[in-house]
């Protein structure tokens, strides 16, 4: 298949028989409730999941032979593992996030980039080569809270704020902690340009507060040495999104999914919970003065109609608090 061209207005790409369907194709048995890609057609056929698809199969059609028989690799495992506690396939989902922070490398120039064999030992995720110097890249993903684990596994009410509290700066600064001590164990020599490249799916799932969550992580990294490592935080589209700078870190911010037609349109998706690839349907908005309600009665009622799978769990009475802005 020719790599996807998502910046072509004319140019509407086929997903089937692409990468994404090669890793669906891993799975033994593709039934099994713990398997990944559970009715993966019907959920391309909303427009919004399928453009969103289309985008993570453009990522991974940039990547090599080798590198992408590697990510594939290390993706099966985790394509049956599912967690019942609110968490989904999301392991799966970190792996496959990888694929970006190769694409990062290769953007910036680097050659010979490559996926590090896991071994016994501590390693990068990735190296390549730049001006002749070795480049190190360690690739995390900072997922949400286990309370809000816990309130989309069993429906619970909730606030989204939009500020970060201490439990989520804490546990930013030991990843980033991680992520450094990994690249020094792999850098024998000590010379390597290290980057650690990191992907924050917030607890705000519609990313309403994303720009407020990006200043504060800002200010908190300005206080915060982390010496010797570069740090790239990719800034993920998503349903309220908006393009973001830091002082501290260097932010990527993607690009729009790709828009294409669909032969549903049933309801409008706002994004996509990628730990259990269905779309997510804001279905419901505040009035003015008044927080926005995402109900599973909303949810259930525009999946009704069969044309479109219900999503996952979104907790009923979950509204969102913060500065007027």
């Not at 309130?151 to 450094?180: C, V």
């Not at 996509?272 to 419901?284: C, Q, R, T």
Request: with cysteine; net charge negative; aromatic share 8%.
């Amino acid at each position: 298949m020719a790599p996807l061209k998502p910046d072509d207005p004319d140019h509407v790409p086929s997903i089937h028989a692409s990468r994404v369907f090669e890793l669906r194709d891993l799975i033994e048995q593709p039934l099994s409730p713990s398997a990944y890609f559970q009715d993966f057609e019907t959920v391309l056929g909303d427009r919004h999941a399928r453009s969103i698809w289309l985008a993570r199969e453009h990522e991974f059609q940039r990547l090599d032979a080798v590198s992408w028989g590697a990510l594939k690799s290390e993706a099966r495992p985790y394509l049956k593992l599912h967690d019942p506690n609110g968490r989904g396939w999301q392991q799966l989902i970190d792996v496959l996030n990888q694929a970006r922070a190769h694409n990062y490398l290769t953007d910036l120039g680097c050659s010979g980039v490559r996926f590090v064999p896991r071994g016994g030992k501590e390693t990068s995720d990735l190296e390549g080569t730049l001006d002749m110097r070795r480049v190190l890249c360690e690739v995390k993903t900072v997922n949400i809270s286990e309370d809000e684990a816990n309130r989309r596994n069993t429906g619970q009410g909730g606030e989204i704020s939009n500020l970060l509290n201490e439990q989520f700066l804490n546990k930013l600064k030991s990843t980033l902690g991680k992520t450094k001590s990994q690249m020094e164990a792999y850098d024998i020599g000590g010379n390597a340009r290290r980057i650690a490249f990191l992907i924050i799916n917030f607890d705000d799932s519609f990313a309403e507060y994303k720009a407020d969550y990006y200043r504060q992580i800002d200010q908190h990294l300005a206080s915060d040495t982390f010496e010797s490592i570069d740090i790239v935080f990719d800034n993920q589209n998503t349903a309220l999104h908006a393009d973001v700078s830091m002082q501290s870190a260097l932010v990527v911010n993607e690009e729009s999914w790709p828009d294409i037609e669909s032969k549903y349109s049933a309801s409008k998706t706002s994004g996509i919970d990628e730990s259990s690839g269905w779309p997510l349907y804001h279905v419901a908005a505040g009035t003015a003065g008044r927080p926005s309600v995402i109900g599973d009665r909303d949810v259930q009622a525009a999946a009704s109609d069969g044309k479109l799978p219900p999503t996952s769990r979104v907790p009923e009475g979950r509204f969102r608090v913060g500065s007027t802005r």
